[in-house]
């Protein structure tokens, strides 16, 4: 076993085959090991691991029970990960099967997306490549956050592993024939109220669907961190914009947390969601607030910005915005308006945060 220290992180290299002929001196050297590095995380690699039996998970759960803390295994082969994962050890221990390698090159781009493009694999597959300012652990997030929202009932592409190619790390999904949103409205005006009135009625059923326990994040959270990296907390407008969070009522419905027209896929008689990284439970207020962003607001200090997005004028934003939130809030006149106040409030005042944030962001980078 070949044992590697760096960063606060031992990595434990398991070889060949583990079984009742030398899981006694693995199981020392272990030890010897995790003796000298108390206060480290513990990661197991098994990229050269071909096979491990009973009496060698059992070392496992010893190092676990000892650590009294989650241990990672990594580099996982099929043929392992079979073994782990019947033994139900996939369930006790953070297992990180080994990423396969995907060539992208000939393969037809399909669309872009918020943070990477998609290509076409095969008849069956398609991959999200991600830009290159986007790290693997966010990656996995995304990937995880995906699940966990089609468990939950959120129509969402099914998302297969992470995986690298020649462009960078990728998620794999499954290919439908479909096209966002923009798409559709772009080259079929003439259905822009038919899909408001289905788009209205699908965030309906996102904003019903409930998430349980903590598997995703709370989306306030994403704004009170805002407000502690800024540490100004008396200042009128953080304070203004921290009450308006505060005063939102939680909730543990689904949000996307950067729901835009891109970021929704349309086939057939079905609307399927992309980009899943944002993905949070919370008020629908918060998608909300990003789709009037979105269609209405950013506009308005960055003329172009519908047409360079999503293909069409800030006009038919508008409209598109206009006919769905009048299905989405019932045709209620008078909860409309107000609500629609709301949300240039509330776009006004993150704006500036967020500007602010930035300013503060590249004083820390200068110095």
Same mark, same amino acid.
């Given at each position: 076993?070949?044992?590697?220290?760096?960063?606060?992180?031992?990595?434990?290299?398991?070889?060949?085959?583990? !079984?009742?002929?030398?899981?006694?001196?693995?199981?020392?050297?272990?030890?010897?090991?995790?003796?000298?590095?108390?206060? @480290? !995380?513990?990661?197991? #690699?098994?990229? =050269?691991?071909?096979?491990?039996?009973?009496?060698?998970?059992?070392?496992?759960?010893?190092?676990?029970?000892?650590?009294?803390? %989650? $241990?990672?295994?990594?580099?996982?082969?099929?043929? $392992?990960?079979?073994?782990?994962?019947?033994?139900?050890?996939?369930? *006790?221990?953070?297992?990180?099967?080994?990423?396969? $390698?995907?060539?992208?090159?000939?393969?037809?781009?399909?669309?872009?997306?918020?943070?990477? &493009?998609?290509?076409?694999?095969?008849?069956? &597959?398609?991959?999200?490549?991600?830009?290159?300012?986007?790290?693997?652990?966010?990656?996995?997030?995304?990937?995880?956050?995906?699940?966990?929202?089609?468990?939950?009932?959120? %129509?969402?592409?099914? %998302?297969?592993?992470?995986?690298?190619?020649?462009?960078?790390?990728?998620?794999?999904?499954?290919?439908?024939?479909?096209?966002?949103?923009?798409?559709?409205?772009? =080259?079929? %005006?003439?259905?822009?109220?038919?899909?408001?009135?289905?788009?209205?009625? @699908?965030?309906? /059923?996102? =904003?019903?669907?409930?998430?349980?326990?903590?598997?995703?994040?709370? *989306?306030?959270?994403?704004?009170? /961190?805002?407000?502690?990296?800024?540490?100004?907390?008396?200042?009128?407008?953080?304070?203004?914009?921290?009450?308006?969070?505060?005063? *939102?009522?939680?909730?543990?419905?689904?949000? =996307?947390?950067?729901?835009?027209?891109?970021?929704?896929? $349309?086939? #057939? !008689?079905?609307?399927?969601?992309? !980009?899943?990284?944002?993905?949070?439970?919370?008020?629908?207020? @918060?998608?909300?607030?990003?789709?009037?962003?979105?269609?209405?607001? +950013?506009?308005?200090?960055?003329?172009?910005?519908?047409?360079?997005?999503?293909?069409?004028?800030?006009? +038919?934003? +508008?409209?598109?915005?206009?006919?769905?939130?009048?299905?989405?809030?019932?045709?209620?006149?008078?909860?409309?308006?107000?609500?629609?106040?709301?949300?240039?409030?509330?776009?006004?005042?993150?704006?500036?945060?967020?500007?602010?944030?930035?300013?503060?962001?590249?004083?820390?980078?200068?110095?």
């Amino acid at each position: 076993m070949v044992a590697n220290l760096v960063n606060g992180v031992l990595t434990l290299e398991l070889e060949g085959r583990i !079984d009742s002929n030398n899981v006694a001196q693995l199981e020392n050297e272990i030890i010897s090991e995790l003796a000298m590095a108390e206060n @480290f !995380d513990i990661v197991f #690699d098994a990229l =050269h691991l071909t096979y491990i039996s009973s009496a060698g998970l059992r070392v496992l759960l010893k190092v676990k029970k000892k650590l009294k803390k %989650p $241990v990672k295994i990594i580099n996982v082969t099929d043929e $392992v990960f079979d073994i782990l994962d019947v033994t139900g050890f996939t369930e *006790i221990l953070d297992v990180e099967r080994i990423m396969r $390698v995907i060539s992208i090159r000939g393969c037809k781009k399909i669309s872009s997306a918020l943070n990477g &493009e998609i290509f076409q694999l095969s008849e069956d &597959e398609m991959i999200k490549v991600y830009g290159s300012d986007v790290t693997l652990e966010e990656i996995k997030k995304e990937r995880s956050y995906a699940q966990t929202a089609l468990v939950a009932g959120i %129509p969402t592409l099914i %998302p297969y592993d992470v995986v690298k190619t020649e462009n960078g790390y990728g998620i794999v999904f499954e290919k439908a024939e479909m096209k966002s949103l923009a798409y559709a409205i772009a =080259h079929e %005006p003439q259905k822009m109220q038919e899909l408001a009135d289905r788009f209205a009625e @699908f965030m309906k /059923e996102l =904003h019903t669907t409930e998430i349980m326990g903590n598997k995703l994040p709370d *989306i306030k959270d994403r704004y009170r /961190e805002w407000i502690e990296k800024l540490g100004d907390k008396d200042d009128s407008q953080t304070a203004m914009f921290s009450n308006i969070i505060a005063s *939102i009522p939680d909730s543990n419905m689904y949000v =996307h947390g950067d729901i835009n027209l891109n970021s929704v896929m $349309v086939r #057939d !008689d079905e609307m399927l969601l992309l !980009d899943m990284a944002g993905s949070a439970h919370g008020n629908s207020l @918060f998608d909300l607030q990003g789709l009037f962003a979105s269609l209405v607001a +950013i506009e308005r200090s960055d003329e172009g910005y519908c047409r360079r997005n999503y293909g069409v004028s800030s006009q +038919i934003c +508008i409209a598109f915005w206009n006919a769905f939130f009048k299905k989405y809030m019932n045709n209620k006149e008078q909860e409309i308006n107000s609500m629609n106040e709301l949300l240039a409030k509330y776009y006004v005042l993150k704006q500036r945060i967020l500007l602010k944030l930035e300013s503060k962001n590249n004083v820390f980078a200068e110095n």
